[in-house]
C-alpha cells in the first residue's frame, strides 16, 4: 500500500475522532449513572433507580458496517457517513471546499443530503452495525444492508444509499 501524506493525516484524524466518540460515550454514560443516582436519610441503603433506556432523541451512534468501508456518526439533528473505498466519484463541489471534499455525505437537521466537506472521517468506530440492523437517533435512521447502506430523515424523507460501488441521493 502506498502510503501518502493525504493517507496519513487521515489516519490521524480517524485515531481522533475515535478519541472523540469514546470520551462523548463516557460522558453520556457518566450522566446517566448520574441522573439515575437517589439519596437516603433512612437506615436503608439508598438503590439507585432503574435505568431508562436513552429516548431516540437522545441516542447517539458511531459505527461501521462488517465490511468496515462506510464509518458513520448519528446523533439527533445531524447524520454523516464516510466511504472508504468507492467506485464512484462525486460531483464537483458547489462551494469552494479547504479539506476533502466527497468521501463522504451529511445531512444537517432537515436539510437535504449533500457531499460532505472535511478534515477527518468516520471510518474510526469499533462498533460494528451488523447486516440487517437499524439504529436511530432523533429523526434519522440507518439500516445496514449487504448491498448497501441506507440513512433518512423520517420527518422529511431526505436520505442516502452508500455502497462501495454507488451513492443515491434523495
Known amino acids: 500500500m502506498v502510503t501518502t501524506a493525504r ?7 480517524v485515531t481522533a475522532v475515535s478519541a472523540s466518540a469514546v470520551v462523548l460515550a463516557v460522558l453520556a454514560a457518566a450522566t446517566s449513572a448520574v441522573a439515575g443516582c437517589t439519596t437516603s436519610t433512612g437506615d436503608t441503603p439508598a438503590r439507585p433507580a ?20 462506510i464509518g458513520c456518526l448519528l446523533v439527533a439533528g445531524y447524520l454523516r457517513c464516510d466511504v472508504g473505498e ?3 466519484t462525486a460531483p464537483p463541489p458547489a462551494e469552494p471546499c479547504a479539506w476533502d471534499y466527497g468521501f463522504g455525505v451529511e445531512m444537517v437537521g432537515d436539510a437535504a443530503t449533500r457531499f460532505s466537506c ?6 474510526g468506530a469499533q462498533t ?17 444492508g449487504r448491498a448497501a447502506l441506507r440513512c433518512r430523515n423520517v420527518s422529511t424523507g431526505h436520505g442516502f444509499t452508500l455502497s462501495r460501488e454507488r451513492y443515491e441521493l434523495f
Open 50 to 69: 432503574a435505568p431508562s433506556p436513552p429516548s431516540r432523541a437522545d441516542a447517539q451512534h458511531f459505527f461501521v458496517t462488517p465490511s468496515r468501508n
Open 86 to 88: 468507492r467506485a464512484w
Open 7 to 13: 493517507s496519513e493525516a487521515r489516519l490521524r484524524t
Open 118 to 123: 472535511v478534515s477527518d472521517s468516520t471510518l
Open 128 to 144: 460494528v452495525l451488523p447486516y440487517g440492523k437499524t439504529v436511530a437517533a432523533g429523526s434519522f435512521v440507518c439500516t445496514s
